[in-house]
């Protein structure tokens, strides 16, 4: 049964950093692409950050430069070490795997449209995470 596990949410002081985690289990996708999501109060689903079978990777213009996510092999598990936080970077994760097509700048735009919820539907049970709160104080 395929599942993915989130941790490291929680509070943290603007300027400050966190790290979440995403544990895959049983995922049969090989060529699966993980990346992370999140969605703040009153707002659409925003595409984060991807990472490629080739270690390449993808950040929305809003934490390029502040955010990283890597994986120590593939699919499992994979990080996003978020520095340098904002306010506006409060908002609930959540961790995918996917194919992210047919472009990761073409995910990114269409979910911009949709609440995560809607974006979590379309996924195979199991390839879309619980979700993790994560809130930046000033």
């Known amino acids: 049964e395929a599942q993915l596990v989130e941790s490291g949410g929680g509070s943290v002081q603007a300027g400050g950093s966190l790290r979440l985690s995403c544990t895959t289990y049983?995922?049969?996708?090989?060529?699966?692409?993980m990346g992370w999501y999140r969605q703040a109060a009153g707002k659409k689903c925003e595409l984060v950050a991807i990472?490629?079978?080739?270690?390449?990777?993808y950040y929305a213009d809003s934490v390029k430069g502040r955010f990283t996510i890597s994986q120590d092999s593939a699919l499992n598990p994979v990080y996003l070490q978020m520095n340098s936080m904002k306010l506006e970077d409060t908002a609930v994760y959540y961790c995918a795997a996917d194919h992210f097509t047919p472009t990761w700048a073409a995910t990114e735009k269409r979910v911009a449209t949709m609440t995560c919820q809607a974006v979590g539907a379309a996924h195979p049970d199991g390839y879309w995470g619980q979700g993790t709160q994560v809130t930046v104080s000033s």
């Open positions: 049983g995922l049969t996708f090989d060529d699966a692409e």
């Open positions: 990472i490629g079978n080739d270690d390449s990777t």
